[in-house]
């Protein structure tokens, strides 16, 4: 048992705490604010506060863990053991760093909380975020500082162990139009058709013609291609099914079809499928919950995963709505258009909500790579040599890669072929 002495115990404080030691080092922690139980303590131990007490294992504190709400913070970035990092430290503290404030700041996702200019889509712009502007955007910091953090622990307490993680990758398909063309029923069919005319596009009505003819030959149906690629490999795989009414952002197959119906209950007989939320559903709670029923009626199990339409997260308020729903488990955390890992870690970790100092019951799982922030790339070499370096740092922390793929770009054309791509990328970075 590793005991920690400090001032003040707080939420914040417990959060990170639990979540460094116990879930990513499987190390168990207690806290204490009597320096006569942190003295008595024959285990392990560190103070964290402002002043050592002896000359035990040191961290000094940042104000971040001890205060409530958002305040402007003013952040300098300095380097590590070759790491970026923040919230210098003085010489008397064993790093030179707040691991914990620095881990809190990421992973609360503080800085979305601050005033910013939200992009079209009502997003967090990437742009904007202090991992991209200080260039660390596609390194999973709080993960390489907890694992060089725990080799300067071990030098003081040579007796800790720490509970080894297995690299994990997860391959996510996304599914918010399983069709372009099919399915669509005869008024959608002919409002398509006559739009493609009045714009001259020639090739989109040809397909047309053709899908009308012969329904499998529509590009976005390239299900049975990716569950005989999944049988390949052992790599997880999860489906996300976007279940919703029609709207404006929102243009999936009827819910009513029976084709459409019975293509989720098949691919549900052979791998996970969870709710892709519609752009309605994440304005409105109710909406939400009415999706995830109506698809966990569909598949007869329950629905405990979710995906934000264009993985539109508004801290917190994406995730008190999930929790009313009764998610569990959100895969929505990442940059449509960028790569890398928006909260700075490859690790699923539980969301505080910072406005009522709580952690929430639902864990995040952030996505690295999501496949419209490959489009710019011209061969699968160039796609290689830019991913590689994130699989091999998450790897080399034992974290885990989860990769966003819709059906959609896999059956579009493009100077890559997607679907060729998709494999190659399974095989490459599953193991």
Known sequence: MLLIYTHKITNRLTYTMRHLFVQMMGVEVSFTTKVEDFIKHQGPKITYTKQALQNEFFIRSNDLLFEQGINDIQIKVQDWEGIPCFFKTDDRSNIPFDIFSASFYLLSRYEEYLPHVKDQLGRFPPETSLAFTSGFLEMPVVDLWVREFFKVLRERF??????????????????????????????????????????????????????????????????????EIHKKFKARTMFFFQFADYSTHDKNISIHRNRFRYLIKSVADYSIVSLSASMAAGESVETLKVEKKRLSDLINRPVKYSRMRYNKVFVPYTYRDLVEAEFTDDYSLGYTHYLGFRASTSVPFSFYDINLEVQQPIKIHPFAICDYALRNFKTKDEVYSKLDGMYKSTKFVKGNLVMVFSNELLGGKHRIDWLDLYQSLLKRYYV
């Open 158 to 227: 040579p007796d800790i162990k720490i509970k080894e993680r297995k690299y994990r990758f997860t391959s996510i398909i996304n599914v918010t139009i399983s069709h372009c063309y099919a399915l669509r029923g005869l008024g959608r069919s002919l409002a398509g058709f006559f739009y493609d005319f009045s714009r001259f596009k020639l090739s989109r009505i040809w397909n047309r013609v053709v899908v009308w003819f012969n329904p499998k030959k529509d590009p976005f149906d390239n299900f049975s291609s990716l569950m």
